[in-house]
């Protein structure tokens, strides 16, 4: 319902990013600990007591090689039923994993007391009572809230100009009774009478979709299933725009809706025949396009409607996908706006055309591709155009008119930040709204008036326990890669940690889709940097810190340079006294755990534990598996082994699964999953877990699985909280931290 999120042009469909946070400290006053003299060896007793997954032999041939995989039965060979109905998984596969978290439980059950302790730490640090700024369309103002105690967001209205607020939708009483919730979206319709809400029951993201009058509470009959869950309406508020997701819960077909019709009626926009591409759907900020966008990695194209077509209007073509070219569109009074890196414009340009015809041959330059500032995206307003973007690692706004007579930048101080534009609802604005945050400073939310310049801090996030940004340093490192390549490094630190080499050091990175980790604020990781831990972030090749050709730099037969920078950065960092040689935790989640888990094969010698959140460890067997929801698409990330020998040959190479080192000593490894992730499956870290025992020294190798929930975990922002002191307490007991108190924010 409320657009605050810019679009960026990325593949929506490969990322999880388990992002750490931010601390804080006097110089008075020290963490209390106990020492450190059991960091090396935290879990020993536990690695005889591991369940032992039995082994039956699959042998896999593949471009004339064969290799032997024994722990392939962990894959339900019914997986998309399990999606839809987690009961009929087998039961010996149910059996392993209900085994592997009873081990889990044992091992660490001296660590219930932390995790409660880090549990209240981080509830406290949030404001269970807290609203999003409201944001105006027409007569209303829409907001977020939470209420005290409630797990679940409110979706509520008000008068623009205040007054009575109305309860749109009420995420804690809707849940009720679930054992799983998540809504992913409540769209108002034009007329301000209905909203389309999306909701999740099991994890596997296949969102219901429903109908709701405001005034009444009463709601249409049909439901429509097997949705992304977000709706756009028409102009006449009669019908709405929907992707409906197939059995491989690939976004397939874009349908519309009239409402008080059997969604078995509804009316096929554009079906996408191609299983690279996914779909999705969308409305022009200013309200005039409905927007039909299919993309993979490489390559998008875009169709449109006008917002008032009749239903069953075809779409029509701006311009057909041209491999390893992408563009975005947006629409401002006779022309379409895309954001392109075509004719070579790596970082992106930004070029015009018309509406009536809009394909390449008409496209003119508006703003050219400058190398090294990368466009991230844009909003167009009536009177002005917004653009974020990002050079060397930094995110900037720049404000123009649409002559490029006029345009300017709104400065911001800290030596790493994060940035964030809202579109917002209305179009005819001299109102941006931006967030602004740091690793030690809260979000802040501002309304920035473009014509006078003059910027209004609407919210600033409150922590209820208190915090003090002055007492942390926020650090931008830079580590020279083997190949001389400069790696960008987040630092956090209490100001009285000193860098001396006696802290430990918690390594977080990602690397892949061109995701980039934000220098954002999280509250969360306060409660190990108050304990006195190092928090870097590596902004390795894969990303685009540093712009797109940094991404494609770490990407398909270049992929090695993501684990090779995520090594030289901990080892670097150590050497500079960052952390304890060779007691450094690396953390990452989903690709990210790929990232970790290719990097403690390369160097298992310089990392004391490895935490790897729903990691994407099978890569050889899951690339190589055209059935599976995201393999299509992702060939164009990581190469096609199925048809492409030397793309074999690269993933087989690093592969985390199927590259571990036989009787080398490896670090204590927490993997995790969930049940219904569609997006990285159970099995990968099942499996993964299985062969690291049977084959690697060291350990031990827990695996933790969400019986209930999919790629993200849970979507209740408590129960979220606790998932997350797992894997910080995790990292506490390698560190030897278990019993420090964090520092006084009195």
């Known amino acids: 319902m409320l657009r605050n999120k810019l679009r960026l042009l990325i593949p929506f469909f490969g990322a999880l990013v388990v992002a750490a946070g931010c601390g804080s400290k006097t110089d008075e006053e020290t963490p209390e600990t106990t020492g450190t003299e059991n960091m090396s060896k935290p879990f020993t007793m536990f690695a005889g007591d591991a369940p032992v997954a ?27 039923e399990v999606l839809r109905d987690p009961d009929v998984l087998s039961e010996d596969i149910r059996d392993q994993l209900v085994a592997e978290n009873a081990f889990y439980e044992a091992a660490t059950d001296d660590l219930d007391a932390l995790r409660d302790t880090l549990f209240d730490e981080m509830r406290g640090r949030i404001k269970e009572d807290d609203s999003s700024v409201p944001s105006p369309d027409g007569p209303y103002a829409y907001a977020v809230r939470y209420r005290e105690g409630g797990e679940y967001p409110v979706y509520v209205r008000t008068s623009r100009e205040g007054g009575e607020e109305t309860i749109l939708f009420d995420g804690d009483a809707e849940s009720e009774g679930e054992d799983f919730f998540k809504v992913i979206s409540v769209d108002h319709s034009p007329n301000h009478e209905m909203i389309a809400y999306g909701v999740d029951r099991l994890g596997s993201e296949y969102y219901d979709i429903r109908v709701r009058i405001i005034e009444s509470g009463e709601e249409f009959e049909e439901s429509i299933p097997s949705t992304g869950g977000s709706s756009v309406w028409a102009a006449d508020s009669k ?53 039909i966008g299919s993309a993979k990695g490489t390559t998008s194209e875009f169709r449109y409607l006008r917002a008032d077509a009749e239903p069953g209007t075809e779409p029509v073509l701006i311009a057909p996908g041209v491999d390893d070219e992408l563009y975005y569109v947006e629409h401002h009074g ?50 002005r155009l917004v653009l974020l973007e990002r050079e060397n690692a930094l995110p900037r706004i720049v404000v123009s008119d649409y002559e490029l007579a006029s345009s300017f930048e709104i400065e911001f101080d800290e030596a790493a930040y994060q940035l964030g534009l809202s579109s917002g609802y209305e179009f005819d604005t001299d109102t941006v709204r931006y967030t602004y945050e740091s690793p030690s400073t809260p979000e802040q939310t501002f309304d920035f008036d473009m014509s006078s310049r003059e910027r209004t801090l609407r919210k600033t996030q409150e922590i209820p ?11 931008r490192l830079f580590v020279t890669a083997e190949d001389g390549a400069e790696i960008p490094v987040t630092v956090l630190r209490l100001e009285m940690t000193e860098v001396d080499g006696n802290a430990p050091l918690l390594l977080y990175g990602y690397g892949s889709y061109g995701s980039t980790i934000g220098a954002w604020f999280n509250s969360s990781i306060l409660s190990l940097v108050d304990r006195g831990v190092v928090y870097a972030v590596a902004h390795v090749r894969g990303g685009s810190a540093k712009g797109r050709q940094w991404y494609l730099d770490g990407k398909l037969d270049k992929k090695v340079n993501s684990f090779k920078d995520f090594a030289r950065s901990a080892e670097e960092l150590q050497k500079r006294g960052y952390g304890r040689e060779g007691e450094t935790v690396i953390y990452g989640g989903s690709a990210g755990g790929l990232l970790v888990g290719a990097t403690v094969n390369l160097r298992p010698d310089l990392f004391a534990g490895v935490i790897a959140a729903v ?29 492409d020998a030397e793309a074999f040959r690269t993933i087989a190479a690093y592969s985390p699964y199927d590259n571990i080192r036989p009787g080398v000593e490896y670090p204590p490894i927490l993997a995790t999953a969930g049940l219904t992730d569609y ?48 894997d910080y307490a995790f990292a506490l007991r390698i560190f030897g931290l278990t019993e420090t108190r964090p520092v006084s924010h009195e």
């Open 615 to 643: 990691p994407f460890v099978d890569t050889l067997n899951t690339i190589s598996d055209a059935s599976l929801p995201l393999t299509p698409p992702e060939w164009v990330e990581w190469g096609d082994p199925i048809n």
């Open 239 to 291: 019908s709405f725009y929907y992707v409906e997701r197939d059995d491989n819960q690939r976004p397939k077909r874009v349908k519309q809706h009239v409402l008080g019709t059997d969604p078995a009626d509804d009316v096929l926009v554009y079906e996408e025949a191609d299983d690279t591409m996914f779909l999705f759907v969308e409305k022009s900020q200013s309200g005039e396009f409905i927007f």
């Open 54 to 80: 039995e082994k039956r032999p699959v042998e896999i041939e593949q471009h004339g090689e064969t290799r032997v995989d024994n722990y392939a039965w962990l894959r339900d060979e019914n997986w998309q």
């Open 465 to 475: 326990s208190g915090h003090n940004p002055d007492l942390y340093v926020v650090e």
């Open 334 to 383: 006779d022309h379409f706006y895309i954001q392109t890196n075509a004719d070579g414009a790596v970082d992106f340009k930004i070029v015009r055309v018309p509406i009536d015809n809009p394909g390449r041959e008409h496209w003119e330059e508006w703003l050219e591709h400058r190398a090294g500032v990368y466009v991230l995206g844009f909003i167009p307003f009536a009177d």
């Open 679 to 726: 997006r990285v499956t159970y099995w990968e870290p099942a499996k993964w877990v299985a062969r690291l025992r049977d084959e690697a020294g060291g350990g031990p190798f827990f695996m933790k699985t969400n019986m209930g929930a999919g790629h993200a975990g849970s979507a209740a922002r408590f129960e979220r909280l606790k998932e997350r002191t797992h």
